[in-house]
T-cell receptor
Framework: GAVVSQHPSWVICKSGTSVKIECRSL??????MFWYRQFPKQSLMLMAT?????????EQGVEKDKFLINHASLTLSTLTVTSAHPEDSSFYIC?????????FGEGSWLTVV | DAKTTQPPSMDCAEGRAANLPCNHS???????VYWYRQIHSQGPQYIIH???NNETNEMASLIITEDRKSSTLILPHATLRDTAVYYC??????????FGAGTQVVVTP
């Protein structure tokens, strides 16, 4: 099946700094990608929909200025967590749509210390 | 988006078929039913999806009732590696997948 890759797999950053997570569709073009966050023992929570060439649309309650999303090409979307704080520590997962099938990346663990 | 309801947990014996139910009584005519599974600390793995007809692939079979208000995912011969949280999701027209709590499936020897 189609492959979606995330980088980095895990990252530790200091409180107050920003961190960027990349999501790539490796063998298909994705005009739409999605970003999720998952806290321990909880389900995935949709954060935003990333559309190539246009602004991302955010779910209710997600701060767009804190979670910057850029979808500059048909194979790459990035999520930047700005001014990260310990409560932003989480598992971040992206997905990309290939026709009627949506594939997920391996996820990125973010720890803010 | 249609809400889906799944049992919180299910045990299954290795080698036996696992039948995972899902209710989606408010699903609309153009919403697909998707199934994913997530093994601890990994991204969700696509299993199968369908609209009206039953579907089968190398991983599983999806049986959708005629009124589309419920479906069943069938893992024909469960293995220990099938232990995971299984999510049944009704995908909206925008393509967004909203995850519920899922079913924790434990396959035992």
């Amino acid at each position: 099946g189609a492959v979606v890759s995330q980088h980095p797999s895990w990252v530790i950053c200091k409180s107050g700094t920003s961190v960027k997570i990349e999501c790539r569709s490796l063998d298909f073009q994705a005009t739409t990608m999605f970003w999720y966050r998952q806290f321990p023992k909880q389900s995935l929570m949709l954060m935003a929909t990333s559309n190539e060439g246009s602004k991302a649309t955010y779910e209710q309650g997600v701060e767009k200025d804190k979670f910057l999303i850029n979808h500059a090409s048909l194979t790459l979307s990035t999520l930047t967590v700005t001014s990260a704080h310990p409560e932003d520590s989480s598992f971040y997962i992206c997905s990309a749509r290939a026709g009627n099938t949506i594939y997920f990346g391996e996820g990125s663990w973010l720890t803010v210390v | 988006d249609a809400k889906t309801t799944q049992p919180p947990s299910m045990d299954c014996a290795e080698g036996r078929a696992a039948n995972l139910p899902c209710n989606h009584s408010t699903i609309s005519g153009n919403e697909y039913v998707y199934w994913y599974r997530q093994i601890h600390s990994q991204g969700p793995q696509y299993i199968i999806h369908g609209l009206k007809n039953n579907e089968t692939n190398e991983m599983a079979s999806l049986i959708i009732t005629e009124d589309r208000k419920s479906s069943t995912l069938i893992l024909p011969h469960a293995t220990l590696r099938d232990t995971a949280v299984y999510y049944c999701i009704a995908r909206d027209s925008w393509g967004k997948l909203q995850f519920g709590a899922g079913t924790q499936v434990v396959v035992t020897p």
